[in-house]
């Protein structure tokens, strides 16, 4: 069935919108969206075209930290020298999404609200431990992107909410992340298990560790029990090795046409290792990049 | 269902076009406006044959409602040479085999362009990378790449036209 489209080119005039619809789908780069559409898994009403409204737009740099426009695409992301140094591991996850021209047009909020347990910078996010700005008619509220998600494909977000900004706080000194993803093809891959580390070292110590891990269960998680056994540990290839092997018995895998459940197990002891690693070195490099 | 007005610039031209909502652009460019030069293959954004210039970026023509092109620039594989003259990427893509069945070779073609217009002098890896999104099922990709080389060093500063301009 063909749609009504609306391209609301203002916040305003997008909740105005929304409100005056019964049923509706946000378009942002619409990536996963038109495949649904195509696939006929869905069957809107109204598509609101959400590109227009310079709010949800823009890289920007606040005390500590990035607030990243829903609408930033992932090619975007890739090119900003600022989220590179300071929230690399998101850098690295919009670089491993599909292809050139997927990214130059799918956006970090769709990555998110589509909910896939795969989706790559959902790990990325969890370990550095951002928020996404819900926003309605009524107000603005902050809710870690981690509470966002309710289950495979569906998010807490109610009708009449969007996300208009995620707020990234930035690593600074002894502090490095990673991103590592195993898919079956370097591009056009969805990944059979993705995973993000962060850190903060004080000398050859762990002081603060979050890990999460994505394609594992029905969302993206965090590893709670391995960071919790993490902190005050000794920077050391066994410390890592150790972790891999609490993520590879912690983790539930499913088996999927993308993979056996044995084959998951290896890959998320794997990921986990060394995107502790790589945190680890980046955050004892100063430079968060290296 | 109402149509939507849109105007965009299309391979240098302005174009005014009606489109219904649910129109993709694939099929605005191929079905309604005659340029057949985009090919469908997968039509879900897998294989890069639909692939065309949306402000300067490649991207998958088969996931773009036409109606988001409004105030855009697009071009496509028409836009690139003519049959008088092609575009040194048609060019080299011809002399160095980069083309067999020809399916994927418009996609190519752009995708290849996207990346020269901001990196004059990429790396094998580099050209790879940006054109990870176009399948061929022909060439094996080495003379792809060969081709997008060629043109690339064909660029005044590149080492290797200098050192072939030296050697003349
Ligand atoms: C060929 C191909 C390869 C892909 N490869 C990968 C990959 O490697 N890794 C990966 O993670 N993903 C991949 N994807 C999936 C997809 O590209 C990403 O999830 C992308 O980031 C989605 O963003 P979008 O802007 O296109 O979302 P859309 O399709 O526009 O939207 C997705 C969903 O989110 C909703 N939405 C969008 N923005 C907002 C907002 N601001 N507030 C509230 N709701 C919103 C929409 O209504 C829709 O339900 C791939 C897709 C394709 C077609
Ligand atoms: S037809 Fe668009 S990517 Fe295959
Ligand atoms: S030449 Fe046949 S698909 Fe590339």
Redo the contacts with the bound molecule.
């Keep these: 069935m063909p749609f009504v489209y609306h391209a609301p080119r203002t916040l305003e005039n997008l909740f105005a919108t929304l409100d005056s619809l019964e049923q509706y789908?946000?378009?942002?780069?619409?990536?996963?969206?038109?495949?649904k559409w195509k696939e006929k898994l869905i069957d809107p009403k109204a598509v609101v075209d959400?590109n227009g409204i310079a709010a949800?737009k823009g890289i920007e740099e606040c005390p500590h930290c990035f607030s990243i426009g829903?609408?930033v695409t992932?090619y975007e992301i890739t090119a900003s020298a600022r989220l590179r140094a300071a929230a690399t591991a998101l850098y690295e996850a919009a670089g491993?999404?599909?292809?050139p021209q997927?990214r130059h047009?799918?956006?970090?909020?769709?990555?998110i609200?589509?909910a896939?347990p795969?989706?790559?910078?959902?790990p990325a996010l969890l370990a550095l431990n951002a928020e996404a700005e819900i926003q309605s008619r009524t107000g603005i509220s902050a809710i870690l992107v981690a509470d966002l998600f309710t289950g495979t494909g569906r998010t807490c977000?109610k009708p009449g909410?969007?996300?208009?900004r995620i707020k990234v706080p930035a690593s600074g000194q002894n502090q490095g992340s990673a991103f590592v993803k195993f898919?079956k093809r370097k591009a056009?891959?969805?990944?059979v298990v993705n995973g993000a580390a962060w850190i903060t070292i004080d000398g050859d110590k762990i002081k603060d560790v979050r890990l999460a891990m994505g394609a594992v269960a029905p969302t993206p998680i965090r590893l709670l029990a391995i960071e919790d056994w993490l902190r005050g540990q000794t920077l050391a290839a066994s410390t890592f090795k150790t972790a891999g092997t609490m993520a590879e018995k912690l983790v539930r895998p499913i088996s999927d046409i993308r993979s056996s459940a044995e084959y998951r197990g290896d890959l998320a002891r794997q990921v986990v290792i060394r995107a502790l690693e790589t945190a680890a070195r980046r955050a004892k490099g100063g430079c968060a990049c290296g | 269902m109402d149509k939507i007005k849109i105007q965009f610039v299309l391979n240098g031209e302005t174009r005014q076009v009606e489109v219904e909502p649910d129109l993709l652009l694939i099929d605005l460019l191929r079905e309604r406006l005659g340029l057949t030069g985009t090919k469908v293959g997968c039509g879900?954004?897998?294989c890069g044959a639909c692939t065309v210039l949306l402000n300067g970026k490649n991207v998958?023509s088969c996931?773009l409602l036409a109606a988001r092109v409004n105030g855009c620039e697009v071009v496509t594989v028409e836009g690139l040479g003519s049959y008088d003259k092609l575009h040194p990427l048609q060019e080299a893509f011809i002399a160095e085999g980069a083309v067999q069945c020809g399916f994927c070779t418009p996609g190519m073609l752009l995708s290849a362009k996207s990346l020269l217009d901001v990196n004059a002098r990429p790396t094998r890896e580099e050209i790879a990378r940006h054109i990870a999104g176009n399948l061929c099922r022909c060439t094996g990709y080495t003379k792809i790449i060969n081709a997008i080389e060629k043109v690339a060093c064909a660029d005044r500063h590149c080492a290797c036209s200098r050192e072939a301009e030296e050697g003349r």
């Design positions: 789908s946000l378009l942002a780069g619409g990536t996963d969206l038109i495949v959400i949800m829903a609408l992932h491993e999404v599909g292809s997927i047009i799918a956006t970090i909020g769709g990555n609200v589509n896939s795969a989706a790559d910078t959902a977000l909410q969007i996300i208009s898919g056009l891959a969805i990944a | 879900e954004g897998d998958n996931l």
